[in-house]
């Protein structure tokens, strides 16, 4: 059959020619699991794809039962293979979604001592582009959608409750955005610093003092962005957001000093 061609062509394991130093240390079952994800990528496998079974697996790798089942766990845990029972079951190729993907990697920099000043560098950069990019090619109904985000709030916040929604509800108006990027790279990271910039918001209790300014500022900047986006207008759409990436900048960093002297004083 042409499918046991292609697994007699898997090659075997062997980490002093394909991986680090470090994988002679890595238990079989990794190495393994690894081996599969290759073997997956250079057939360009896709979503759905039926993998080899259990005894297919341990013939060629000649590895225990054992060895198989737990290199299969490891990518199922990940996301990368998908495990059915019954009549036509059997492992197939997983897809991990974009959520996933961010929590994963959201528990990675929750033990790093990740700064407002990290996020945007990497936000000064992105965010203009991205919307360059954009302008004129957003559909109406995008472009609807950004604009009742920017709208949401008409008033500024009289508690802290609402100072907190207020946050959310702008950076879900940047994660709208990144999710139109042609480029996946570029909003997937744009998505992703929303998702930390919404999490360090909520946990260090940014949003505890009400801040008009910012309110004001941040609001303004939507409505001239989506104009600029409708308009076709990509320098004046990257201009408005650098000057927005700034401001926040500088005012989310006042509002982190203002809310730990509060903290310190109680």
Known sequence: MKRDTELNRLPLADPKMTDAPRAQKRSRPVRVADQIKRWVVERDLRKGAKLPNEAEMITQFGVSKGTVREAMRILEAQGLIVTKTGPGGGSFVGEVSKDRAMSLLGNYFYFKDLSLSDIYQIRK????????????????????????????????????????????????????????????????????????????????????????????????????????????????????????????????????????????SE
């Open 125 to 264: 950069v992105l965010e203009p582009e991205l919307v360059a990019d954009l302008a004129g090619h957003l559909s109406q109904a995008e472009l609807a959608e950004l604009r009742e985000l920017a709208h949401q709030h008409p008033e500024p916040a009289r508690s802290p409750e609402e100072e907190k929604q207020q946050h959310i509800t702008s950076l879900q108006f940047h994660a709208r955005l990144a999710d139109a990027a042609e480029n996946e790279l570029m909003g997937f990271v744009i998505a992703f610093m929303a998702r930390i910039l919404t999490d360090l918001t909520v946990y260090r209790r940014l949003y505890a003092a009400p801040n008009k300014a910012m309110w004001e500022r941040g609001r303004n900047h939507q409505i001239e962005l989506v104009e600029a986006l409708e308009r076709g207008d990509g320098a004046g759409a990257r201009k408005i957001m650098r000057s927005h990436m700034e401001g926040a900048e500088t005012m989310m960093h006042a509002q982190e000093m203002r809310i730990t002297r509060e903290f310190m």
